[in-house]
């Protein structure tokens, strides 16, 4: 039976991922991508929502009260070799099925209003809801099923790798999603916090935004 607490920490990610196979089927049916587009904010607004509305479930997400400046700053080194790696482990083995991609542009004119969707989405919204899904629910719950008791230190291999590789299926350049999954894995097991991972993933996308927008890459996106 799906309780409370696991069900607090599938839902937001459970309407993330609804909304991709949304847009698949949309696009199946003849849709264009590009007028398709608002569906992101629409997407992320849902999330923010069942986030905002569950809060008080995520004990994980209470400040810590002692953590080192050491834990925060291998966090967003960590994140930035995450980013490094992910635009360039790209080569065709590396990459699974194809990505639409998301183009803001109009008319060869960027919408700042979509692209500023896009980078609160990435940067501040998906780090938080796929942590608490991929890292503090899933890896500890594969782990033992009375995760939010388990101390993330305390995961074992089976449940490391599990968690990696399917992060890395969720992902069209699933290597360099393998490679992240391993590397968040690693920062919550050492850290013993959630935002550990958080604050390095919101630094991947974060830069990784601003490298798209900055070279024209929209089909990392």
């Known amino acids: ?32 991508a590009h007028d398709l587009r608002a569906l992101y904010a629409v997407k992320i607004a849902v999330v923010i929502g069942l986030l905002w509305w569950m809060r008080g479930a995520y004990r994980e997400l209470r400040w810590p009260t002692e953590i080192s400046v050491g834990t925060w700053f291998v966090a967003v080194v960590a994140g930035i070799v995450v ?41 501040l919204v998906v780090p938080v809801m796929e942590e608490l899904f991929w890292r503090s629910f899933l890896m ?5 099923p009375k995760y939010l008791a388990l101390n993330p230190a305390q995961v074992g291999l089976k449940a490391f790798f599990i968690t990696a590789i399917l992060f890395a299926i969720a992902h069209s350049l699933w290597f360099a999603g393998f490679f992240a999954g391993i590397v968040y894995n690693l920062l919550y097991m050492r850290s013993g916090t959630l935002w550990s991972p958080i604050l390095a993933h919101a630094t991947t996308n974060a830069m990784l935004g601003i490298w798209i927008i900055t070279t024209g890459n929209w089909g990392f996106w």
């Open 83 to 123: 980013f490094v790696a992910w635009i360039n482990l790209t080569a065709d083995w590396m990459v699974m099925g194809d990505s639409v991609g998301f183009d803001p542009r109009d008319e060869d004119e960027i919408n700042w209003l979509l692209v500023g969707a896009r980078l609160i989405g990435a940067a």
């Open 1 to 32: 039976m799906l309780d409370r607490d696991n069900f607090c920490r599938i839902a937001p990610f459970g309407a993330y991922v609804f909304f991709m196979l949304l847009e698949d089927v949309l696009l199946t049916w003849g849709w264009d």
């Open 140 to 144: 500890r719950w594969i782990e033992h």
